[in-house]
Structures are given as C-alpha cells and as structure tokens.
C-alpha cells in the first residue's frame, strides 16, 4: 500500500484505525469512551462507532458537515447532545 511521502503517518494511523479504536468524547461533564472504527470506501470516508448496543455511521454529506445513519432496523431516539459532542470530536480530529 503506498503512503503519502508529504504525511506518512497520518496514512498509517487511518490504516491502523480499520481495525477500530476508542474514541474519547467529553460530554456532561466526563469523557465517554466510545468504541469506533475507520472505514474508508473509495473518496469517502465513514466513522462506524458504537453506542447502547447500536453501531451509528458518521459520514460527512456535500456540504462537508457530518449526518448520522443509524444501521438498526428499528431506529431509537438518541440523545442529540451526545451526536454533537461526537461531531464535535471527530472534526477535532
């Protein structure tokens, strides 16, 4: 696989977060530590992360700001701040 000659390790640590990794998210007060995985298809790119038992796709859409697909067939209601903390961590990233 080639890397980028200008930001070899940035490459290597997307390649090395396929196989998922915690994602530390302050929310109310504390830091959630959320399972996650990296998961680049062609141009795009998708964070899987997991929460109550459920995996949500984060994913940026074509005005570059993230949506949420939840992959349940049988959506819940989630709790809205907790999305925008995620947000908020992964453009931080």
Known sequence: MNYDPVFP?????????????????PYKGE????DAKFVRLGFIYQFHISIDGRTLIFERDEEQEYRVIDTAA????TDHGLMEAIVGTLKAL
């Open 31 to 34: 830091t959630l530590e959320l």
């Open 9 to 25: 390790g940035v490459r290597l640590f997307l390649i090395l977060m396929e196989d998922g990794f915690m994602l530390p998210v």
């Open 74 to 77: 049988q959506g819940r209601e």
